[in-house]
């Protein structure tokens, strides 16, 4: 077994730990041999998004973490210790670093390792786990966050009483045709994919993720047993028993390898006063919001659709809905955003069109990082969204022919794929 003291003592099979190191090799190594090649440690401990977007893939400081639960994703790995704790198959030696040309303390296998790494095969889950934290919207750290802060941004409270009537009707009818009549092309590593589509129901059918094979259905009976987990856990939640409090906390960890969100460590009494924040509409003391935690928020409230529900309020769907509505605004000479509109804060994030982070034209957009304000008042915006599309089909419906009603979630999944 390779032990990673650093990931809460975990433990991977020799036989994973060199599946990836010759997945490694073959993708990141520029033709370096598996079996007789270095690959340098470069320990960091930046969170692994910077290392990613810095291009020190190649490293054995990014693949271990690559291989460990997402919690530890943003704690260093490739230390002393873990070296000297896995000397039957690592051995020191030095090496050079691709990104500069200088020469590196590096690690390659010892003659056991090689030997064992003859006949390994591959290991499918790593293109998976590589494909979420290439397409993942990270939580980025405060001073990597550029989003200045708002002093007009309404307070947790006064974002309660946000409701899609609050939000002008035909702010949301000119949305829903923008959307509706814009044609669209997937991206996947930054490239589009596939032919322009056009229309909301078009633009579902081509949500994917991580990968483009794993498209919206797919994602649908992927995530059932998930959401039948988080219903149950929001239905009894106060009440838990020793066992659920130990579910709360694996549903959490698993929306969170899902999302490719890393977070620090956290207990079930923190996913408890998320959960009860997010159905109750009350922020609770201790409730984060981040990233990750508008998963799990969104997840445990999916169930009380209509209008319970919560969306995901990330970069991409906050990107998405504020530069069409900015761009709507300009047309009509608005200079600043609405009081209706005060809470939809913008969310740093990376990849896509976000990279450089996105200028918008209309002064006043509020700083969502991290906020709940901007969770809620997301949510009523998206819900103004989902109720208009649900009246528009059942105008354009046969007679006799019920429509099959959008919910929060779908135009949700649609948003975040025009946000990349």
Request: aromatic share 8%; net charge neutral; proline share 7%.
């Amino acid at each position: 077994m390779i032990l990673l003291p650093h990931a809460g003592n975990s433990e991977i099979s020799e036989q994973r730990f060199l599946a990836a190191w010759d997945f490694w090799f073959k993708r990141f190594g520029a033709g370096r041999d598996p079996a007789s090649g270095a690959i340098p440690r470069l320990r960091s401990i930046k969170p692994l998004a910077m290392l990613w977007d810095d291009g020190a893939q190649f490293s054995l400081e990014v693949l271990c973490r690559t291989l460990i639960k997402a919690t530890y994703w943003n704690t260093a790995q490739a230390t002393r210790p873990m070296v000297e704790a896995n000397a039957r198959l690592l051995q020191d030696t030095m090496t050079i670093n691709p990104r500069t040309l200088r020469q590196v303390k590096g690690v390659c296998l010892t003659e056991y390792g090689r030997e064992r790494l003859a006949g390994i095969v591959s290991d499918f889950d790593l293109e998976v786990r590589i494909a979420v934290i290439e397409q993942s919207d990270f939580d980025i750290p405060d001073n990597r966050a550029k989003v200045p802060p708002t002093e007009d941004l309404p307070t947790e409270a006064e974002a309660l009483s946000i409701s899609p009537r609050d939000i002008p009707a035909d702010l949301i009818k000119a949305l829903v045709t923008d959307i509706e009549t814009d044609p669209f092309r997937p991206i996947y590593r930054k490239v589009a994919i596939g032919a322009p589509v056009t229309g909301w129901r078009a633009r579902l059918d081509h949500y994917f993720w991580p990968r483009p094979e794993v498209g919206y259905h797919a994602t649908v009976r992927e995530l059932a047993p998930l959401l039948t987990l988080a219903k149950e856990l929001a239905t009894t939640v106060g009440r838990w028993t020793t066992a659920q409090r130990a579910q709360a906390v694996s549903f959490a960890d698993q929306v969170f390898a899902w999302g490719g969100v890393p977070q620090r460590a956290f207990d079930d009494k923190t996913v408890e006063t998320v959960i009860v924040s997010a159905i109750q509409r009350k922020v609770l003391p201790g409730a984060l919001m981040n990233s990750g935690w508008t998963k799990v928020a969104a997840f445990a409230t999916a169930h009380l659709e209509p209008e319970g529900a919560l969306v995901i309020w990330d970069s991409r769907v906050a990107h998405s809905l504020i530069r069409r509505i900015d761009r709507l605004l300009v047309a009509q000479n608005v200079q600043t955003v609405p009081d209706s509109l005060n809470a939809i804060g913008r969310v740093p994030g990376r990849g896509g069109s976000r990279t450089p982070p996105p200028k918008y034209v209309v002064e006043g957009w509020g700083n969502g990082y991290k906020s709940w304000a901007s969770v809620f008042a997301g949510s009523a915006l998206v819900r103004a969204i989902r109720d208009e599309l649900n009246a528009r089909e059942e105008i354009a419906s046969a007679p006799g022919v019920l429509p099959q009603p959008w919910t929060l979630r779908q135009v949700e999944m649609v948003l975040f794929m025009d946000g990349y």
